[in-house]
């Protein structure tokens, strides 16, 4: 360690610096006048206005306890360093700026005088130079052994928590979901396009598009009302297949879509895109006439190897015909070739559609062509700050005026992913150098939309109209966009836009409240609440089943691991799920990543230690047997009465500050420790019981 | 993200008979109106540094300009917090799109539901209207025709700069006028709108046509000062919406987005002496019902205990605001008010009303701040203990504050706390207290003078302001006299009782330089706050019977959305196509879309506060015709022999003892926006002014019959100004009849005004001494 002196004082160095802001100034600070002139001792106590100027030493609480919560410093506390700073009162409602009649002060030399203060404005120091070196400065760690508990497991991905009664589902992001959940997504889709073989079938994929292409409201304030119900009448049909669905939301503005210039991003979810499987590119090859030379078979199965993803058959084409070099195939509806790929893709993928040209407009941007812009956060942002329903959602029926989150991005999110295709017509072939030719974009495309798509005649999602070559995807217009399923993902995430909106704006509803949603018997006020409908929105969550069948004493999670893509939440909550009356009160603390945390383990500047909460006991039961029994998860049919009173609850505990920082710090998985803490302050091991524990990520 | 704002947020217009002649609003408080062209663009000083202000109120003809309530858009955003005025060609964003600023599309919605509204007796309805209570014109069965409804006009910048709200209804709008053939004057017009050069909005009032439908012998006649059926007048009331208008390069098209919320225009009439403030200001009021109902500024008022970190509290949060509001609100004992900034305008003011009426010039000039020095500022605002500070600057161990923790924490006193005097630590504590004391206090109102103070200083003397209140008229809910806010309250008693900062002592102001005698900030204001306080500052802020521009009902929370900005029902203040179906419909250039009409019902009989105001809701409480109230609200004989009572009736039981004792104290109502008496300018001589003082409305008399005379002769008074050659008029205090301010322009005396190159300069005061 090296000292360097120099010749004055920070105290003097700190008169230098207020003298020299005060320019002169014959300010008198009610009286006290330059207060900063007459010494340290004076200066400590000094008074202006009957404020402190240098904040007392650590103020004590009423139990002793140093008030050091954490980001206290004795120097910003102070009124000088307040006023240098011109915040309140110093900002001039009370009193103006210091120094009075002078020129403020740089922000370094504020530090430097708050600096001193924090210091405890040292008389008689010298200003200096130190130079730590370097210290190994390792603390004792003093472990308290804890009785071994084994780390619980999360759920796997895709079999749900069961929902209790009245507790909400989510539904969550597309692409934080896994591979799994969305396997079983996809099994109920294709249960769904099955029943088209029987047309009268009202559950089928296709009868439940027509519900969209007969009836959709669009343009006016009906437009989210009837959407949010078309949304829950599809989720059950699903759910009649597997109970545990919901629908996934497309957040259309996350990185990976780099708004910006979103057609170098992923332009459509991956899951979305069309890819083959092995058992799919194995079946193709030898359908294929000619047959594929063994290198082409080979480059067709490392596609599926690779699973190389292709965001519409323009470009899977392209690629067969230029990379993989087979090029028995060509545009035209009736080629055999073609009519296999296409089925093959279908056969790898339920949410691939042929007929589906994502951000493809004859060679030119969205932007260019369209005139359209593919949506940012930021402007998400500018929607959910509009401050009225007519703007933010459209207006009432003597005003049929589009609102903004109707008009773009919604209408923007139908002609990116409807797009135009580019062998529309007379192209006969996907040799690149004959790159469709630009189909120049009528400049009307973007309010004329419904009129670019032709449904009359058509059979949907049968193979001739996958095998068919439209000028426009289908998603371009609403009679045909919910034949596509990219279609429930985008209005899911219209839909959770209204939900968060309406949450800024709990009173802002449409103005004809009692207007039936046809063909259903909603009406508008009906759909106002979206719980009424059972779900809520989360960007990912993920469930420990813990169980009721005892007590537990501190909960130890695996380690979860949180992806790029779920990074960037809102907030993050775990949540303990159904949890029974408890005979005692207690805390339950959490810790992330911090195993072996226990009743000893510090709170106060732990980055660990991410909350808290308290619940108060139910005490011992004054009843007879069966007075404080848990009550059946459901009650009995005809039982009207009030929810029992020893119904088990479900606890949040808001963890984001802490997860935010620990996953700044690189890491990418999150460890829960949960501890049951007694009115002893010492664990408490034998009270607790719960279904589960969660952790949730929220947009 | 940006924010776009309209401000101010509630502008002011005026009435004028002339055509084609107008100049914008002031926007600071006791300023001239702005000189512009007929565009509405101002006409800037020499130096191009500020606006020409106004030396005209008439037109060539005689007739008087209208007044323009000029409205601007702000943008507020994390460079500018405080907002700055968006211009043409600037950024900007919203709804998420970008591009650069090319038309401000503007749309106003005036109308007058006077004829259609309940009757204005005093301060009924101040709360809701029984069932029963009486309408006007209460026989007229079609009461929409009662609503003047010229429908709602659009301008934007570029064009189509001009629109009128006459009976036409441009082409597009089926409107409501009342008949012609109203006497003594028809009413086809309530006024029009237009751009000027930058895109701002001036709205312009109605012609101040006023008249009656009845006909017959001994018609037109009016019989009230408030309610007179058959009548209209050209007032009105009504929202101010705008949307941008930009060109996005991202994807080469026009696009729109709306600003956050309207603003209202407010149609007053002249305002004859632009250059005295009210006792009371529309400012005042408003700023302290915010502080009390919106925690506006929750360091000055707030919860107890709070101020050492003051709450922020949402206005659009009802539930915060409701448990802000249930907790225990006090003032901020340690709050210092500044003396030249907060107090000294406040004591000032009323000495000015002796330009104004004889009654001050009778009374010996109680305001006198120089000769009597009860108003002295150099001596009322000497801080305690300054001699003493002066001879010795040295710290400062001061214990008072530690003990001073007394029982009375945070309640809501108001008496003063009268230290032990020490006469050579604070020389001019008594006079600041007694001042104070003279103050009449909440719950004061209907007592001419305490008369059970005995042993104090203001036992038995008049307490103040001695100004007329919402009601020295009928028995119901009577407010005999006018009393300052609780917030005016609240800084002077900080100021008597010794806490206060004198600016001039601290040296933050030069006193060679800084003008005592015309307290009011000069410069224009910087921030959309500061101009929406600095249009309101010029408006009547009280007594409400019913006032001069609007009566109480600006002191109900209930109609605003936050401070400065009117609750709207937007289904009339919007565009009728919303702008994200104007992106829709996507037109090569700008234009306004007019297309739908979303106009189930006509404008309403009745108010609905949740939902927010309409047009012509605010105006259509005061009188019809206005100059009926105009010209009766000089003086009230305010009967003072009980405090409860207003009227009392000896004859009914011949109580000889009570005719006797019977007490009245003629009070002034608001002079400074209906003067008695003024100097009046008769000539020059040697380039002096020469002027004469006598009555300002000479031959219209203080009766019905002269309430009718003033609806055909309102514009040939005279305007009251400030002298323009005084030249040191700054720095000295004004001790009597002199002709500091006196009227111009008197029908038949315009050619009086010689132009005079100094009148700029002393308008907008040197800074040199």
Redesign the interface.
């Known amino acids: 360690m090296s000292i360097q002196q120099s010749r004055i004082t920070r105290y003097q160095r700190i008169r230098e610096i207020l003298n020299e802001a005060a320019q002169g100034s014959h300010a008198d600070y009610g009286g006290i006048g330059q207060f900063w002139d007459y010494g340290v001792q004076q200066l400590k106590e000094a008074s202006l206005y009957g404020i402190r100027l240098i904040a007392p030493e650590a103020a004590k609480t009423c139990c002793g306890h140093v008030a050091d919560q954490a980001g206290y410093s004795r120097g910003a506390a102070s009124a000088l360093i307040r006023g240098l700073k011109g915040e309140s009162p110093f900002d001039g409602t009370q009193f103006p700026r210091l120094p009075w009649g002078g020129k403020a002060v740089s922000v370094e030399d504020i530090e430097y005088i708050s600096d001193w203060i924090d210091d405890g404005c040292p008389d008689d120091d010298h200003v200096q130079t130190i130079e730590l070196g370097v210290q190994q400065s390792e603390a004792q760690m003093t472990r308290v052994s804890v009785q071994e508990i084994a780390e619980l497991d999360l759920a796997v991905k895709g079999t749900r928590i069961p929902s209790r009664p009245g507790e909400l589902r989510q539904r969550s992001n597309l692409d934080c979901m896994s591979e799994t959940e969305l396997k079983r997504l996809g099994d109920a889709f294709r249960h769904l396009y099955s029943l088209n073989h029987w047309p009268e079938d009202a559950r089928s994929y296709n009868n439940q598009a027509l519900i969209h292409q007969n009836h959709c409201q669009h343009g006016w304030e009906r437009f989210l009302a009837w959407h949010r119900a078309y949304l829950y009448e599809f989720e059950q049909d699903l759910q009649d297949f597997d109970p545990d669905i919901m629908l996934p939301y497309w957040d259309w503005v996350m990185p990976q879509y780099r708004p910006e210039c979103a057609q170098k991003g992923w332009i459509i979810p991956k899951f979305f895109q069309a890819f083959l499987t092995m058992e799919q590119a194995q079946k193709l090859v030898g359908e294929l006439n000619p047959r594929p030379s063994a290198e082409q078979e080979n480059a067709f199965l490392e596609l599926a190897r690779q699973r190389q993803r292709f965001t519409s058959q323009s470009l899977f084409f392209r690629y067969v015909y230029n990379d993989i070099g087979y090029q028995h195939v060509t545009p035209q509806p009736d080629d055999a070739n073609r009519q296999r790929m296409i089925d093959a893709l279908l056969a790898s993928n339920p949410f691939w559609y042929p007929l589906r040209f994502p951000a493809e407009y004859g060679g030119k941007t969205i932007n260019e062509a369209i005139h359209y812009h593919y949506p940012s956060a930021e402007d998400i942002r500018q929607i959910l700050s509009l401050n009225n329903f007519r703007d933010f959602g459209g207006g009432s029926i003597y005003d049929a005026s589009f609102g903004f989150l109707d008009q773009n991005p919604h209408n923007t999110m139908h002609i990116w992913t409807g797009g135009m295709n580019p062998y529309y017509g007379d192209n006969t072939t996907y040799q690149d150098a004959c790159m469709a030719a630009c189909h120049t974009a009528p400049n009307t495309l973007g309010e004329r939309r419904n009129a670019m798509v032709r449904a009359g005649g058509r059979r949907f999602h049968s193979r001739s109209d996958m095998y068919s070559q439209p000028q426009f995807g289908d998603m371009f217009s609403n009679l045909t966009a919910s034949y596509d399923p990219v279609f429930w993902p985008i209005h899911v995430n219209v839909d959770r836009l209204w939900w968060e909106w309406q949450r800024l704006n709990p009173s802002a509803t449409p103005v004809e409240l009692d207007a039936i949603l046809s063909p259903w018997n909603y009406t508008v006020r009906d759909t106002l609440d979206a719980a009424r409908f059972g779900y809520e929105y989360v960007r990912s969550s993920h469930f420990i089943p813990v169980g009721l069948d005892g007590p537990v004493g501190r909960i130890i999670s695996k380690p979860i691991p949180v992806s790029e893509l779920i990074q960037g939440f809102r907030k993050a909550e775990i949540r303990l799920h159904w949890v029974p009356q408890l005979s005692r009160s207690c805390f339950i603390r959490a810790f992330i990543n911090q195993a072996g945390a226990d009743a000893k383990t510090p709170l106060q500047n732990n980055p660990h230690f991410a909350g808290y909460i308290s619940i108060f006991g139910h005490g011992a039961c004054y009843g007879g047997p069966g007075h404080c029994a848990t009550p059946a998860p459901r009650t009995r049919d005809y039982d009207h009465r009030t929810r029992n009173h020893n119904t088990p609850r479900n606890h949040r505990i808001d963890v984001t500050d802490c997860a935010r920082k620990l996953l700044a710090t690189g890491c990418d998985q999150l460890q829960i420790t949960l501890v049951v803490i007694g009115a002893d302050y010492e664990e408490d091991i034998d009270l607790l019981k719960l279904e589960g524990v969660s952790l949730n990520f929220l947009d | 993200?940006s924010?776009y704002k309209i401000h101010p947020g509630m502008g002011i217009a005026r009435l004028g008979n002339s055509e084609t002649e107008f100049y914008i609003a002031p926007e600071i408080p006791a300023g001239l109106p702005q000189a512009c062209d007929s565009a509405g663009n101002p006409i800037l000083s020499d130096d191009l540094t500020g606006p020409v202000l106004v030396k005209n109120f008439k037109d060539k003809n005689g007739r008087v300009k209208r007044q323009a309530a000029r409205f601007q858009v702000f943008v507020y955003d994390d460079d500018t917090p405080a907002g700055r005025p968006l211009k043409l060609g600037d950024p900007v964003?919203?709804?998420?799109?970008r591009g650069k600023l090319i038309d401000i599309q503007w749309r106003v919605y005036l109308a007058n539901k006077k004829a259609s509204w309940y009757e204005f007796n005093e301060r009924s309805g101040e709360h809701g209207y029984a069932a029963d209570y009486p309408r006007r014109n209460a026989s007229v069965q079609n009461r929409d025709r009662l609503i003047i409804d010229p429908g709602p006009r659009s301008v934007n910048s570029t064009n189509l700069r001009r629109a009128s709200f006459d009976r036409s209804g441009n082409g597009v709008y089926a409107t409501t006028f009342p008949p012609q053939g109203l006497q003594p004057h028809d009413i086809d017009t309530l006024g029009e709108i237009l751009t000027d050069d930058s895109g701002r909005l001036l709205v312009l009032g109605g012609l101040g046509h006023s008249g009656s439908e009845q006909s017959g012998p001994g018609e037109p006649h009016i019989s009230h000062y408030a309610n007179n059926d058959g009548w209209y007048d050209d007032v009105s009331d009504g929202p101010v919406m705008a949307r941008l208008v930009m060109y996005?390069d991202?994807?080469?098209?026009i696009r729109y987005i709306?600003v956050?919320?309207p603003a209202w225009v407010v149609v007053g009439y002249p305002r004859f002496v632009p250059q005295i403030l009210d006792m009371i200001t529309m400012d005042d009021v408003l700023y302290d019902l915010y502080l009390r109902e919106f925690a506006y500024?929750t360091?000055l008022y707030g919860q107890l205990g709070s101020f050492d970190c003051?709450e922020t509290i949402s206005i659009h949060d009802q539930t915060a605001l409701s448990q802000w509001q249930a907790s225990r609100l006090t003032w901020n004992k340690?709050?210092?008010p500044w003396f030249y900034r907060d107090i000294w305008p406040i004591l000032f003011r009323p000495n000015e009303f002796l330009y104004l009426s004889d009654i001050l010039a009778q009374s010996n000039f109680p305001h006198d701040q120089e000769q009597r020095g009860t108003f002295d500022p150099y001596k009322i605002g000497q801080?305690p203990?300054?001699t003493?500070?002066q001879m010795a600057?040295?710290?400062?161990?001061?214990d008072s504050?530690a003990i001073c923790r007394d029982a009375c924490l945070g309640e809501a006193y108001i008496a003063t706390q009268h230290k032990p005097e020490d006469k050579e630590d604070d020389p001019y504590g008594t006079m600041r207290r007694f001042l104070f004391d003279l103050l009449r206090r909440s719950g004061e109102d209907n007592e001419f003078k305490l008369e059970d103070k005995v042993g104090s200083r203001v036992h038995n003397l008049p307490l103040m302001p001695l100004l007329c209140g919402d009601n020295p008229l009928t028995n119901e809910v009577v407010t005999k006299f006018l009393r300052l806010t609780d917030y005016q309250l609240f800084i002077l008693k900080q100021w008597a009782e010794g806490n206060f900062?004198n600016e001039m002592?601290?040296?933050?102001i030069d006193p060679k330089t800084y003008p005592v005698f015309f307290p009011y900030p000069t410069t224009p204001p910087k921030t959309g706050r500061e101009l929406d306080r600095g249009v309101l500052s010029n408006a009547l802020g009280g007594a409400f019977c019913p006032g001069a521009e609007l009566n109480w009902i600006i002191r109900n929370p209930s109609i605003y959305w936050e401070p400065y900005r009117i609750k709207v029902d937007?289904?009339w203040s919007?565009f009728?196509?919303?702008?994200?179906?104007a992106?829709?419909?996507?037109q090569p250039t700008s234009v306004i879309e007019e297309l739908?009409?979303?106009?189930?019902n006509p404008l309403s009989q009745d108010n609905d506060f949740a939902v927010g105001l309409q047009p012509g809701d605010l105006t259509k409480y005061m009188a019809v015709p206005w100059q009926a109230d105009f010209n009766e609200c000089t003086t009230n004989p305010n009967n003072i022999t009980y405090a409860d009572w207003n009227n009392l009736y000896p004859g009914s039981e011949n109580d000889q003892r009570l005719k006797r004792e019977e007490k009245v104290w003629n009070t002034l109502w608001w002079p400074a926006h209906r003067p008695l008496q003024s100097n009046e300018l008769i000539g020059f001589s040697n380039g002096e002014p020469v002027t004469t003082w006598t009555t300002w409305s000479r031959g219209i008399q203080q009766t019905h019959a002269g309430d009718l005379k003033m609806v055909s002769e309102w514009w040939k008074l005279g305007f009251i100004i400030r002298n323009p050659y005084l030249t040191d008029s700054d720095t000295t205090p004004s001790t009597g009849p002199d002709n500091r301010y006196y009227s111009i322009e008197r029908w038949g005396s315009e050619h009086l005004v010689a132009p005079n190159p100094q009148i700029s300069s002393i308008i907008n005061p040197s800074k040199e001494p």
Request: proline fraction near 2%; charged fraction near 30%; charge should be negative.
């Open positions: 993200m924010i964003e919203g709804g998420g799109n996005s991202q994807v080469g098209a709306d956050e919320y500024d360091s003051p340690d709050y210092k801080t203990g300054y003493r500070k600057k040295k710290v400062i161990i001061d504050t900062i002592e601290e040296g933050w937007r289904s919007d009728l196509q919303s702008a994200a179906q992106n829709q419909n996507r739908n009409f979303n106009i189930e």
